[in-house]
Structures are given as structure tokens and as C-alpha cells.
């Protein structure tokens, strides 16, 4: 709380001098109540284009079926569930941000959480365009629903991980747009409050009325617990369920009990790195960089290293027990892994996925903005290769030898994996237009106790360790938004 | 009689605004509401709000997920229409752990947030019943009813003392409504 002084030992959440609420706000709001510039706007054509090519791809697919794609009889599915996967595992790290950092009250969540929410709303979104749209019949989408019908065998197989995956992802979905939309309401109040005219009259609507009296932001407070105490377990089902899809099937590879925990820690590993690629970007264009600061970044990179960690050691279980479980076809899906036709896909997997991310052991590289931006790029590629890996190499060589086949991708495949990067950037442009990218309560309130200012502060009035202030000066070092010269009076 | 109907004081930092309740309280003088850009964790105590019963209700709402899930796929595969698969039992229970699980967060989530935003009274396009436009800004208001408190001096006297930047005489309640 406001009266309460934090450890001189924690690095600011918030840096720069004189941050006031009133500027806060300002800061915050200021893509809102402006006009875009003209990065946002480059941004967004390309962004249109894209998802102009995604309807297209789309359309093309509805219209002519799925034989548009590079399907063929052995390799049944391909990019389709390579992209499902992958955008369903990039939306993991929003909620993991808002419900676990927020039980384990880490207060560095406070910044990021916002635009990371939006990011696994639109992700998940994506993914559904993927779900619908490789169904062949996407007219009858509504049959994967358990309803009551006339059809013939009446309902669907709850058995059947595809059942659950449908109760996973919209439930994952729509408990993600509650626990967003219900933090969204202060700040959409705010800018109701600073608006006028039309402006004023929409955002009169979307705000409920909120008006921050006690009771509600007490309520508020409980509401946003229990959502994250639910919504912990909710995150770590629902990839657990995804990977189910594949380790419910008996084909080679895909039949492992690891792979639960194993899709799990790749989803948070590549959610965050999709967060770093965004906000890293926002942050320059925004200019938020005293909200989101190198503590946040670091932060970031180290929960990157340690899933990144995770899904190495994964890996290296897999081989492991297919030698170990001497089984002949498990043995030779990962032979044919490794040294196979789609070898080098495999060993791009692992590049991007094992070995890159260990560069952030190193301190200049997990603190330099260039740096991660890349590796977090290049996260995102070895990600949508493990996916790509799993799938393709373990169908396109099966039990009998005459059958086995390669899969390469057609300009539909490609437009439709494209394009729904381009709805992706669309949606989250448009949400950098009309929301706040940073929750400006949760900002408000660590300003008084984790703010580089109020360190200042108690640095001045002395009564301090002297090495610990020492120690807390060095951690600013990396970060860009400090001013040295401030310190170096002290 | 004055038509000013509320008092508020308005503060720019939520230790004044404490400072203010304080003092208040310690005058007799009863608190209307307290309005903040964001949670000051605290005040719901001194300012007599109760204990949020949101966590019994998220809990109720909940078990209705599992049993509804339970029940339901009971009657699916069960009762209405068994498939016999490999002689195995119709209600496969560990096959149903995860939609269960699932259906029971679902419910738990949109009655929470439904029973949260009823309690309050949130609901798209309520008109907002704003005393203070700066409160969702950079104010902590304390708004005080002028009707039951007489001692309108002895008020503004007060949250001046502890810090308010700007006592303000509503003759409205409601300034969100012009």
C-alpha cells in the first residue's frame, strides 16, 4: 500500500523523475486520445494486407475444400494444426502473466499484463480461424458442440480429445475476455472521463458505470484472485489437453505421456517470446519506456531460459525413451527425425529452441534490446518448427513403406499461415488504438512503493545500508531509462 | 438551507486521503463513499464495506459446472444413447476428468464475474454516477453528504487540514449527468 516502503534492493518498476498519477494517465492514454503516427500506420497496411490475404486463403479454402492444401493420403494434417498449436501456445503467456504472476504477487506483471491479455485473446482467435477452417464443412462447425440433434448417433464423443479440446479452448477463451474485460473497466472509465462528445458516449457504454467507489475495487480485488486462482490450473489444462490431440493416438511419436508437461512449458516459452517481440516494439513506438522498463525485459528473458530449458531437456527425454522403450517404430520416427528427409527442419527446431535461447545466460545479451528482439523472433520460429516436426515427420513415413511420402505446402497453406499473422498484428494495432496498453490503475499503484523516484527518495533521506543502496544503484546500470548522472552525486 | 447536497474532498495522494477519513471519523462526521483511481487496500474496513461474499458464491457456481457436466454426459452416454466400446464401460469417468474440470471453471468464472458486476451494478451503458471527473484520473475523493453533516465549515476545515487540494459544494449529486 501507498504508506508502505519496498526493499532498496528491488530494482523500480517505474523509472524516470517527476511521474506523477496525472502523468501516468497522459502517458498512457496519449495513442488513444491521439492521432496514430505514422509507424502505427505503416504497421497497420501491412497488418490489413496480410489479413486480406488471409480471407482470401481462406475463401479459396471454403470454396474449393481442403484439397487446396498440400494434404496428401499420408500426411493428413500439416500446417493447419502446425499453426492451431502454435497460436494456442503463444496465447498461453497472457493469462500465465495475469494469474500466476498475480497469485505469486509479482508486481512487475502490473505493466505487461494488459497488452499481453490482448495478445492471447487475438491469438486464441487465430487459432479458432485454424480450428473452423479445417473442417472441411465449417457450415456445421456447431456439431463439435454436444447438442441435442436428430442426426443419427446423437452425440459427440466425450471420449475423444478433440471433444475436450473444443471445451478447453473456448473455455481457456472466453474466461480470458472475463478476467481482460473485467480489468479493462477502470481504465476504460478513465479515458470516458477525459473524453467528450461521441467519444465520450461509447466509451460511456463499454465502461459499465464504473465509477471506483470502495466497494467496487474491493470487489474488484476478490473478482481478480479467484479469476486467477482459476484460471492458473485453466492455462495449464488447456495445453495439456492440445498436446492430448496427439498423445492419445497410437502413431510413433506422438504416443508419449511426457508430451503434457512438455507442451505446456513450450507454450509459456513461446508466449513470452511473442510478448518480448511486441512489447519491445511498443514500447519504443508508445514511448513507454519508463513503464516497461529492462527490469521487465530481464525478467522476461529468464522465464524464456528456463521453459526454453524445459523443452531441451524434453527433447532429450523423447530420444531417450524411444531407445529406452525399444520400440522399433518409435525408434525409427525419431531416427527419421534426425536424420530423415525432414532432418533439417528438426535440427532448425532445435537451433532455435535449445541453443539460442541459452545466449541469455549472459547478462549483456538478456539486458541489450536488439539482442532479444532477435532471439525472441527466432523463439518463435524454432516454435512453429517443433510443431511443424511432430507433425509432418511423424505421419509422412508410416507403417508401410509404399505409402511413405513427402508434404510441401501450397500458396493456400502459406497464405493462410500468413495471413493470420496479419489478423494477429490487425487486431492487436487496433487494440493499441482504442485501449490503454497498460493497465494505468495496476501502474498507479506500485508507484508510491516500487518507483525509481520513490527509491530516490529514500536513498536522500539516508538511514539506508550503504552497500545495499550500492548494490541497487549497479542494478540500474542496464537499464536505458535511467539517468546515471542522477547517482552519481550520491 | 444551502442546496449544496456533497462536500468532496479531493486529494492527490492516497496518504492525505487516509489522513482525511482519519480525521473525519474522528469528528463524527459520516462518509459517504470514497472514490479512487485505484485500489487503496485498507479502507474497505474503516469505511464499514463487508467482507466480499464473491468467493463462497465463485465456489457454488463451480460445483453447478461439475455436477452440470457430470450429469450431462451421465445421460449421453449412459442413459440416452450407451455405444459399446470394446466392452467397456459406458461411463468412462477418467475420460471425463478434463471436460468436467473445464465446464467447472466455466461456470465458476461467468457467475463470478456475473454475480460481480450485478453486486455493483455494472452492466454495458449504465450511466456513470460520477461526483468527481478527476477521480478515474490522478483524485482521491472523499465525498461527504452535506444533508446529514450540518457542520459544513468544520468539514471543509478538516479535509483541508489533511491535505485536500480542493473542497469542493455540489449543489448535484452527479456531475456525469449534464
Not at chain 1, 495513442?31 to 488471409?54: D, H, S
Request: charged share 15%; hydrophobic share 50%; with cysteine.
Amino acid at each position: 500500500m501507498a504508506g508502505h516502503n519496498e526493499s532498496i534492493l528491488r530494482e523500480p518498476l517505474i523509472t524516470g523523475k517527476d511521474i506523477t498519477y496525472a502523468r501516468i494517465t497522459e502517458e498512457i492514454l496519449s495513442p488513444v486520445e491521439n492521432k496514430p503516427n505514422k509507424a502505427w500506420w505503416i504497421g497497420f497496411i501491412l497488418a490489413l494486407c496480410g489479413a486480406t490475404l488471409w480471407v482470401v486463403s481462406v475463401g479459396y479454402t471454403f470454396w474449393f475444400g481442403i484439397g487446396a492444401w498440400g494434404l496428401n493420403k499420408t500426411v493428413g494434417w500439416a500446417w493447419d494444426i502446425t499453426g492451431f498449436v502454435w497460436w494456442v501456445g503463444i496465447g498461453h503467456a497472457g493469462t500465465l502473466i495475469s494469474a500466476v504472476l498475480l497469485l505469486f504477487r509479482q508486481n512487475w506483471r502490473n505493466s505487461i499484463n494488459r497488452s499481453a491479455e490482448a495478445m492471447t485473446i487475438f491469438a486464441v482467435i487465430c487459432a479458432a480461424t485454424y480450428v473452423v477452417s479445417h473442417m472441411g464443412r465449417p457450415w456445421l462447425a456447431y456439431w463439435v458442440l454436444p447438442l441435442p440433434n436428430q442426426f443419427g448417433s446423437l452425440w459427440v464423443n466425450f471420449n475423444s480429445p478433440l471433444v475436450w479440446d473444443m471445451f478447453a479452448i473456448s473455455t481457456y477463451f472466453s474466461v480470458s475476455l472475463l478476467f481482460w474485460y473485467t480489468g479493462l473497466l477502470p481504465d476504460i472509465a478513465t479515458i470516458r472521463d477525459r473524453a467528450t462528445g461521441v467519444r465520450k458516449k461509447v466509451y460511456t457504454i463499454f465502461s459499465f458505470g464504473w465509477t471506483g467507489s470502495v466497494k467496487t475495487w474491493q470487489r474488484f480485488e476478490a473478482v481478480s484472485l479467484i479469476l486467477a486462482g482459476i484460471s492458473t490450473p485453466l492455462v495449464l489444462s488447456v495445453h495439456t489437453i492440445v498436446s492430448m490431440d496427439f498423445a492419445t493416438s497410437v502413431i510413433p511419436g506422438w504416443h508419449t505421456t511426457i508430451f503434457p508437461p512438455y507442451f505446456v512449458a513450450g507454450a509459456i516459452f513461446s508466449g513470452f517470446a511473442m510478448v518480448l517481440t511486441l512489447l519491445l516494439v511498443v514500447r519504443k513506438v508508445l514511448g513507454l519506456e519508463n513503464y516497461i522498463t529492462m527490469f521487465h525485459i530481464e525478467s522476461m528473458n529468464k522465464i524464456i531460459i528456463l521453459t526454453g530449458s524445459i523443452v531441451g531437456v524434453a527433447y532429450l527425454t523423447e530420444l531417450f525413451i524411444a531407445w529406452y522403450s525399444g520400440s522399433q517404430y518409435e525408434m525409427y520416427a525419431f531416427q527419421n527425425r534426425i536424420s530423415g528427409p525432414f532432418a533439417w527442419s528438426y535440427w532448425l527446431m532445435m537451433t532455435c529452441n535449445v541453443i539460442s535461447p541459452q545466449l541469455l545466460w549472459f547478462k549483456k545479451i538478456r539486458t541489450n534490446i536488439a539482442a532479444t528482439w532477435v532471439l525472441s523472433i527466432v523463439v518463435n520460429i524454432g516454435m512453429w518448427f517443433e510443431r511443424f516436426v511432430i507433425i509432418v515427420t511423424s505421419l509422412h513415413r508410416d507403417y508401410l513403406p509404399s505409402s511413405w511420402t513427402m508434404f510441401s505446402p501450397t500458396w493456400v497453406d502459406v497464405g493462410v499461415f500468413v495471413g493470420s499473422i496479419g489478423v494477429f498484428f490487425t487486431l492487436f494495432l487496433l487494440f493499441l488504438r482504442v485501449l490503454p496498453s497498460i493497465a494505468i490503475a495496476e501502474v498507479k499503484m506500485i508507484l508510491k512503493s516500487s518507483s525509481e523516484q520513490s527509491k530516490m527518495k529514500l536513498i536522500k533521506e539516508g538511514n539506508l545500508d550503504k552497500e545495499h543502496v550500492q548494490e541497487y544503484i549497479e542494478s540500474l546500470e542496464k537499464f536505458d531509462s535511467v539517468k546515471q548522472e542522477e547517482y552519481a552525486k550520491i | 438551507m444551502s442546496n449544496i447536497k456533497y462536500i468532496l474532498g479531493s486529494f492527490g495522494d492516497p496518504d492525505e486521503m487516509l489522513t482525511g477519513i482519519k480525521k473525519l471519523q474522528e469528528n463524527n462526521i459520516s462518509i459517504y463513499d470514497v472514490y479512487t483511481p485505484m485500489p487503496i487496500h485498507g479502507i474497505e474496513a474503516k469505511l464499514g464495506v463487508k467482507r466480499s461474499r464473491l468467493d463462497i458464491a465463485a465456489f457454488f457456481f463451480g460445483i453447478t459446472g461439475t455436477i452440470t457436466m457430470l450429469t450431462g454426459v451421465y445421460l449421453a452416454t449412459v442413459v440416452d444413447w450407451p455405444v459399446n466400446i470394446g466392452g467397456k464401460t459406458h461411463f468412462a469417468f477418467p475420460d471425463f476428468v478434463p471436460i468436467t474440470f473445464e465446464l467447472t471453471i466455466l461456470f465458476c468464472a461467468f457467475g463470478l464475474v456475473g454475480s460481480y458486476y450485478a453486486s455493483t451494478h455494472l452492466f454495458p451503458g449504465r450511466a456513470p454516477r460520477v461526483m468527481d471527473l478527476r477521480a478515474t484520473d490522478d483524485r482521491f475523493v472523499i465525498a461527504i453528504d452535506a444533508k446529514q453533516n450540518a457542520e459544513h465549515d468544520k468539514i471543509d476545515e478538516l479535509l483541508k487540514s489533511a491535505g485536500a487540494l480542493e473542497v469542493k459544494h455540489n449543489e448535484r449529486k452527479y456531475i456525469s449527468y449534464e
